[in-house]
């Protein structure tokens, strides 16, 4: 079964824990090393990395109208900076896939099994 | 003419052998059936429709020579059928196929002792599991393990029956749609995961004891299924000093229950408790359970507090306490769990072996380091060294606090009267 494992931190507080240049690639060299773990294992799915909130746009469309605002959908204390999905045989493996995160040990991991349908007319 | 209609007293008979099967061996069957499909509402369904069918043929065919057997085929068969009819037929195939496996491979008689035993420690581990919320972790055991009704246990701990019955169907979804596994952890999760099925023990026994009054009949019993329960860990996981730990823990207190109360009702403190109306056997039992976990050079938490009430209930007067000891044993503790209650007990135990003015000592470093201003039994146990060092003024000053602070009435009362005799001798 899939599980999308959604990092959140704050992005405010990464700022100050990690200022300069060579922490911040210390973090990346972390996942890295934890992305090429999770691809050798095979339970790789996906994953990738987000730009800032900063830098997003939020979409609606109401009355058949298309409104487009600056900014993230709702302001939270910690915002999605990236995903993992695994493929994983049951919660257990997959909570133990999300502890190894680097973005664990200062932000939360959320673990959200994929909801597994079938097309209509498959 | 042929009466084929069932006689009264036989189907009394066949309700009984019902129920007495149902209640020995009813977990087992259940958790049988749960490591086949995988699917915990499934198989309750199942099981229920078993017993059901029995108390309907039984009468007439007789009761079989074994109900267990009987049953657990039933229920299979049971389960089988509700998978072929459910629309979802393609995804339950892999549970079919494990049920049909079952059915073809298995006499029809309990599996052995040993593999229905790790059913149930498998299905312990799955009702603890701890991305399941903690009151629904409860539920899920008493429904499951104990076979107590979802009304039974909404009784116990003052739920609707409705908010009950919807915790656990949203925990039983949970399980099965994020895949929550039906295994017992591996050795190196064992520990943290083990925590989580003792604390849902524990839970359960101590909400027997609890002050808020539920349905009272139904609580006492929970303390008997969290001590049988408690028992089964033991039985189950004998390398885990922590469930000998817990098991005596619960027995040492539960032998207690009789001299707990007075005739009106209130609670007698343990040094007012008449000690022949405890359960030799069962503070025996404790102790003894105890003593072996210790053995394993692995202590925990559980076995130590066993250990305390163990020194407590090996003196045969209050005055025979090896105080000593328990100070000793509470510096563990509070070492293992640095809580408010475990260092305000330690300090008590150090003032009565080594003397008040040691335990003040302790008070005023736990007060120093702040977040216990509000702590009625800080300002208290202060209060009580102080008047013994003969410090009335101070005394006075502390018992006035803890009176403000403290919220049950016979508690302020007990307090008030000591305040009065520090200040008669004041000056």
Known sequence: ?122 | MLDVSPQPDAAARAREAAAVAFSSEGGRILAGLVRACGDLDLAQDALQESLAVAIEHWPLDGVPVNPAAWLTTAARRRAIDRIRRDQRFAAKLAALGALLEQEEGLPDRPAEDGAVADDRLRLIFTCCHPALAPEARVALTLRALCGLTTAEVARAFLVEETTMAQRIVRAKRKIRDARIPYRVPAHEDLADRLDSVLTVVYLIFNACYSAASGDQLVRRDLASEAIRLGRLLVELLPGEPEAGGLLALMLLHHARRDARADDAGDLVLLDDQDRSRWHADEVAEGIALVDAALRRGRAGPYQVQAAIAAVHMEARTPAATDWAQIAALYGILERMQPVPTVRLNHAVAVAISEGPLAGLELIDAIDAEGGLERYHLLSAARADLLRRLGRNVSAADAYRRAISLCENETERRYLARRLREVEAGEG
């Open chain 1, 1 to 122: 079964m899939k599980y999308l494992l959604l990092i959140y931190t704050s992005e405010t507080d990464e700022v100050k824990r990690f200022p300069s240049p060579a922490d911040g690639e210390a973090v990346m060299a972390e996942y890295f090393a934890y992305t090429q773990a999770i691809q050798k294992s095979g339970k790789f799915a996906g994953g990738e990395a987000l730009q800032p909130t900063a830098i997003a746009t939020t979409v609606r469309v109401r009355d058949g109208k298309t409104q487009t605002t600056d900014g993230p959908f709702a302001e939270t204390k910690e915002q999605l900076g990236g995903y993992y999905m695994v493929d994983a045989k049951d919660l257990d493996e997959a909570i133990a896939w999300a502890a190894r995160i680097p973005g664990a040990r200062w932000g939360s991991v959320e673990v959200r099994p994929i909801m597994e349908m079938t097309m209509p007319g498959q």
